[in-house]
């Protein structure tokens, strides 16, 4: 198995921190039997795992958004 090393620019995880905060706020997923719209429990999964990895990245709160050298 070959494996590939990925490099994910400040200006990449500041896209994908806004996605994920759109995705968390402002989309649902399914409608209730009352009409109103909610978040599956599988769509608040795959958001939660999101803000994982950029905690991991250390861009959860754009603090550390800064360039590296392959910026």
């Not at 769509?43 to 603090?63: M, N, P, T």
């Amino acid at each position: 198995m070959q494996t590939t090393g990925y490099t994910i620019t400040p200006r990449d995880a500041e896209v994908f921190r806004d996605l994920v905060a759109f995705l968390g706020e402002d989309v649902f997923d399914q409608r209730r039997r009352d009409g109103a719209v909610a978040k599956s429990d599988a769509f608040q999964r795959r958001i939660s795992e999101a803000r994982s990895v950029l905690k991991g990245l250390g861009a959860h709160d754009g603090a550390n958004l800064t360039e590296n050298h392959y910026g």
